[in-house]
């Protein structure tokens, strides 16, 4: 199994759906499962790939990915080239998709793609190679992106996170915030894995050395001001 994430309530309730990504099937175009307990086991309900402009490629590796909060999954596909609109191609830009799950007609729709904010994309960003969420924030690792912030401070694949927030007013996720560590460093890959609980993030870097040995690190970011 390439990827899988249980719910984040594995201790409550929320204990029947599991959502398994498969970003290699279909010539790397790649897929999610999203498996429902039922009786005795775990029974496949529903097989989810992006629809829209140019949102299927033929190497996107969708479901490389995967989280699940309540009713609400993303998925991410770091070899995504098309932004939130569908348009402004850029190799392995990567992005990432929201579904929620339909109470009426019980399967999982589509309702939004997340990517870069404008000129903050680049070729090989590998957005959507992680994701986490709670209700109210998602947190989207890129850990190909070289920039602190759109076109500054390049130190080559150096890695970032972006935040979005829930806005009941649109109704939407809107782009909050692009996160990179106080200490970059080249090719640390600083957003190969994510998580998030309540207003704290906590973001991997897996290529972090210290000049002579692969070590690893973490950083840990705290929301300050909510209001």
């Known amino acids: 199994i390439p990827s899988c994430d249980w719910s984040s309530d594995v201790c409550s309730s929320d204990l029947s759906t599991v959502v398994i990504g498969a970003p290699g099937v279909s010539s790397n175009k790649g897929a999610a ?3 429902q307990f039922a ?3 775990f029974q496949l309900s529903q097989k989810i790939v992006p629809t829209g402009t140019n949102a299927v490629g033929s190497s996107d590796k969708f479901g ?3 989280s699940i909060k309540n009713d609400m999954i993303i998925v991410g596909a770091p070899n995504q080239n098309y932004d939130s609109t569908g348009t402004n191609g850029l190799s392995q830009a990567g992005a990432a998709w929201v579904f929620v ?3 009426l007609s019980l399967v999982w729709n589509q309702v939004q793609k997340l990517s870069e904010d404008g000129t903050a994309r680049n070729q090989g960003d590998a957005l959507g190679t992680s994701c986490a969420s709670t209700d109210s924030y998602l947190v989207v690792g890129a850990p190909g ?3 602190t912030d759109y076109s500054s401070n390049y130190v080559a694949n150096a890695g970032a996170a972006y935040v979005w927030f829930w806005s009941s007013v649109e109704n939407n996720w809107v782009y909050s915030q692009k996160i ?3 200490k970059r460093a080249t090719s640390a890959a600083f957003g190969a894995s994510v998580a998030i609980d309540g207003t704290t993030i906590v973001v991997g870097s897996t290529g972090y050395t210290d000049n002579s040995h692969m070590m690893g690190a973490i950083s840990i970011f705290e929301l300050q001001n909510n209001s």
Do not use: E, G, R
């Open 33 to 35: 499962y999203i498996y």
């Open 39 to 41: 009786a005795k086991d």
């Open 64 to 66: 490389s990915a995967v």
């Open 101 to 103: 799950y339909d109470d």
């Open 145 to 147: 992106n070289s920039y």
């Open 180 to 182: 990179t560590p106080a």
